[in-house]
């Protein structure tokens, strides 16, 4: 349950009532709350404001996000096994969706 996690925002700078379906992780946290204090967070920081969740924010469904899916095979011992990988990215913070591995 790492990768599918709630977050729950409250005070008069988060939106009321909204459900967010815009990809977020843990690692949004410190530039969130960092943007909430009224510090610009540094450009070497992983995660992203979510701006989306903010009342002076976008609407979470105008909020561009990219879906992608990788995949590799690999033969051991004779048997084949697949892994795939699927990623959401919302500008260039990229979020881990869901793994698969599966014997062919």
Do not use: C
Request: glycine share 10%; net charge negative; charged share 25%.
């Amino acid at each position: 349950w790492d990768i599918h996690n709630t977050l729950i925002g409250n005070g008069p700078a988060f939106k009321k009532g909204i459900k967010n379906p815009v990809p977020s992780g843990n690692i949004d946290l410190a530039p969130t709350l960092l943007s909430l204090a009224g510090v610009e967070p540094l450009d070497s920081m992983d995660g992203r404001v979510l701006t989306e969740a903010m009342v002076e924010g976008p609407d979470p469904s105008s909020v561009e996000v990219e879906k992608e899916e990788f995949q590799v095979g690999r033969v051991v011992d004779g048997t084949k096994y697949r892994l795939r990988l699927n990623e959401s990215a919302v500008g260039e913070t990229q979020y881990i969706d869901k793994t698969t591995t599966s014997r062919e």
